[in-house]
């Protein structure tokens, strides 16, 4: 049974990872979180149940302990998912970003190599990464894995430079890398600061439901169980060296989105007056990309992935998973997460 370390596997897309890892294949997991505001061990709860499964509170930017944790588990393989995420959070404090997304992947890749050489091991390196390194779009075009990267928020310009650590580790020292840059995820368990969970969340409170500038900046969607399948192929199948972008041929405008979700909560959750009604339009993000697009036929080809839900399906699935479990959101929007584990709830 191979053993993978997995990395910021309590947050959105790396919980949905141990999720999918535990329950669907036979990996040994080691979840390597620095539970920070965005990592909450509540949505690994289920698989936490597994002899198959251990956490470790590791900060990746922390040498000794990464080196240690390499020693200990000597895993066959790293998906690599710990990050700060969150555009926002980069333009009003940047340097966690840069210390995460680029010290952070540096000591991971620095770990990597060393304990490679010294046992003689493959260590199999997926860097996951995101569109936005690309920077942005006119109305038409597609990104691939061609186009220059161009980032314009701290948080792509630190994604973009692990990217290339990632890319170099490669090239120069032989480390079996793989990249994937992916679209913009939506489904369950997603951080409620992020686009789709703030928008569920203020209809349902009956709250303004705040859209940057006009509403018009374009996303390519994808649910994260999609991506999840995508990085298994990547990591399994994916050629040392290569990038696969990732991505759900489904551009959607953000006001379209917001109007899609409340057509689903008159439906699911009616209230009377429709809940677009809420719709408030807010100063825009500065520097905010207006278009994003993937194009995802590389992966198809030569991994053979392929997205299973339609924006339909997902967002129905989605909307449902958080009328359904309210205590995640609650517990996450009291603070509680994140008391318990210090100790003092
Ligand atoms: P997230 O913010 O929900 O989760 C990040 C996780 O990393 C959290 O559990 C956090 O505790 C952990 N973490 C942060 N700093 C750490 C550190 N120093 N050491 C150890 N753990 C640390 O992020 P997400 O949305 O799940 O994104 C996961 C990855 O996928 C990121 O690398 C992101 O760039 C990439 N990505 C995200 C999207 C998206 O739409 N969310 C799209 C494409 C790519």
């Known amino acids: 049974m191979p053993t993978l370390l997995v990395t910021g596997g309590a ?4 919980s949905a990872l141990v999720r999918h890892l535990i329950a669907d294949t036979d990996y040994r997991v080691v979840n390597v979180d620095a539970l920070t505001y965005a990592g909450n061990l509540d949505s690994v709860a289920e698989a936490a149940e597994s002899e198959r499964y251990t956490f ?27 990050a700060e995420s969150h555009v926002d959070r980069s333009i009003d404090g940047p340097a966690a970003f840069v210390q995460t997304n680029v010290v952070g992947t540096f000591t991971l890749l620095e770990a990597a ?9 493959p260590v199999r390196f997926l860097h996951v990464s995101t569109d936005e390194v690309y920077g942005t ?15 314009n928020s701290p948080y792509s310009a630190t994604k973009a430079a692990s990217d290339h650590l990632a890319r170099a580790y490669h090239h120069t020292y032989g480390l ?8 913009n995820n939506y489904g369950p368990f997603q951080f409620p600061e992020k686009l789709l969970p703030v928008v569920i969340l203020k209809a349902v409170a009956g709250a303004p439901i705040p859209v940057y500038g006009t509403g018009q ?21 994916g050629v040392a060296g290569e990038t696969y972008n990732v ?13 899609a979700v409340c057509t689903l909560l008159d439906e699911m959750r009616p209230a009377g007056a429709p809940h677009a009604d809420l719709v408030t339009f807010v100063t825009d993000r500065p520097g905010h990309d207006a278009r994003y697009a993937i194009d995802a036929s590389k992966i198809g080809r030569d991994l053979g992935w392929t997205p299973r ?10 909307v449902q998973w958080y009328l359904d479990t309210p205590e995640w959101t609650e517990r996450v929007l009291s603070g509680a997460y994140r008391m318990e584990r210090l100790g003092a709830g």
Not at 142 to 151: D, I, K, M, N, Q
Not at 309 to 318: H, I, P, Q, V
């Open 11 to 14: 947050g959105f897309i790396g």
């Open 56 to 82: 470790e509170n590791v900060d990746i930017c922390d040498a000794d302990a990464v080196g240690r944790l390499f020693e200990t588990v000597r895993p066959d393989g790293v998906i690599h998912l710990a």
């Open 113 to 121: 190599r060393r304990h490679a050489a010294q046992h003689e091991a």
């Open 137 to 151: 779009l006119g109305d038409t075009g597609l990104f691939t894995e061609e186009t220059p990267v161009a980032p």
């Open 176 to 183: 079996d890398v793989v990249t994937t840059n992916c679209s």
């Open 217 to 237: 900046n374009v996303r390519d969607w994808l649910y994260v169980d999609d991506h999840v399948r995508a990085l298994v192929a990547a990591f399994e199948r």
């Open 247 to 259: 991505g759900g041929h489904n551009e959607w405008a953000n006001l379209d989105v917001v109007r």
């Open 309 to 318: 839900e339609t924006f339909e399906t997902g967002l129905r699935k989605t």
